[in-house]
């Protein structure tokens, strides 16, 4: 029973660690993250990291981090603003990358997109 319960609480540390991590995500989309520099906003060594965040989240701290650029995207597209603007503010290089990452994700361009939300 108690290692059950220490095994409960790991889960919980390793939760918050790892909502810090999506946090810090959030807040530097537009930065080029490193894997060591996301370890150590969630206290473990980069191995460690990299395999409890994918046991956790299914998807690796860079693929995450697409999503959240992607939802980003999506946000200020919906807002009005450019294709290539949005690119930038989302942290993708460009606006083709934002295209073929957009394409891929959602299944529609970046400028049908914002047509179909703004009709």
């Known amino acids: 029973r108690d290692a059950q319960e220490s095994r409960g609480l790991g889960d919980v540390y390793k939760r918050q660690r790892f909502a810090r991590v999506i946090d810090y995500l959030r807040a530097n989309l537009s930065r ?16 460690h990291f990299l395999r409890s965040f994918q046991a956790q989240h299914h998807a690796t701290p860079q693929q995450m981090l697409m999503a959240l650029r992607l939802f980003e995207a999506k946000r200020l597209l919906a ?20 295209t073929r990452a957009f394409t891929r994700r959602y299944g529609v361009t970046p400028g049908r997109y ?6």
Do not use: C, I, N
């Not at 914002?114 to 009709?119: D, G, N």
């Open 79 to 98: 807002a009005g603003e450019t294709p290539a603007q949005t690119a930038l503010a989302a942290g993708l290089t460009d606006q083709a990358h934002l």
């Open 32 to 47: 080029r993250l490193t894997l060591e520099e996301l370890a150590e906003v969630a206290g473990l060594s980069p191995f």
């Open 114 to 119: 914002q047509k179909q939300v703004r009709a």
